[in-house]
């Protein structure tokens, strides 16, 4: 069964620094995978989606990088603002299954 | 209105209660979701239509009860819940292909749904 996992739960970063966030999965049979920004109380925001067969996407200061033979993604936000605080989601889709998500990293920028 | 909608985003209820909950979406897909999001819990996916036909059911307890009677409406009926039962109810929607190697989800704001 496929697990994904995310670490750390939360990170604080001061304003206009670069940060990654991370994103483990255990099976590397993937159609695709799926980074969302949560904001406290709210529903998901989709940011970006990988292909299996891409390396990586980029979607204005976020970029999303995939690695399926390590089991691995990263989100890399540049030059971090205050509103890009929130909590940040990857899921899996695995073949024949629904999308599986990590418990996510709850990102806080400091003014 | 655009995307996906829930209503009503706040809803509580006593263990008695019967509720519904609601979710359009004006995106023309083909497939909708309700998915259950606890405190520190990964998201929970509760029931899956394709075509208004129930494809999953996620060992789901009888006292929610999933209705779809078009494709772009989807509802969860209520009744009898436990206060473990409070939570973030998320509707998601997306179109699905024969592939099915590309779908991307989209999310309504969602229902915080407390049980007393």
């Known amino acids: 069964k496929q697990e994904v996992t995310q670490i750390p739960a939360a990170l604080s970063v001061p304003e206009g620094e670069n940060l990654v966030l991370n994103c483990s999965f255990t099976d590397s049979a993937i159609y695709n995978l799926q980074w969302f920004r949560q904001d406290p109380g709210k529903g998901l925001t989709s940011l970006l989606l990988i292909q299996s067969s891409q390396r990586e996407q980029t979607s204005g200061r976020l970029n999303a990088s995939l690695d399926k033979s390590s089991g691995r993604s990263t989100l890399y936000i540049a030059a971090s603002q205050p509103g890009d605080s929130a909590t940040y989601l990857c899921?899996?889709?695995?073949?024949?299954?629904?999308?599986?998500f990590g418990t996510g990293t709850r990102l806080t920028i400091i003014p | 209105e655009t995307g996906v909608t829930q209503t009503p985003r706040h809803l509580v209820m006593g263990m008695t209660n019967k509720k519904s909950l609601k979710c359009e979406q004006h995106l023309g897909h083909n497939a909708m979701y309700w998915y259950k999001q606890s405190a520190k819990k990964p998201l929970e996916l509760m029931f899956v239509y394709n075509f208004k036909e129930q494809t999953e059911n996620n060992s789901v307890p009888s006292r929610f009860s999933p209705e779809c009677p078009n494709s772009s409406h989807l509802f969860l009926h209520l009744h009898t819940l436990q206060p473990e039962d409070s939570a973030l109810y998320l509707c998601?929607?997306?179109?699905?292909?024969?592939?099915?190697?590309?779908?991307?989800?989209?999310f309504g704001p969602g229902t915080r749904l407390t049980v007393t």
């Open positions: 998601a929607s997306s179109q699905e292909s024969g592939s099915t190697s590309s779908y991307e989800q989209y």
């Open positions: 899921a899996v889709h695995p073949p024949n299954e629904k999308l599986t």
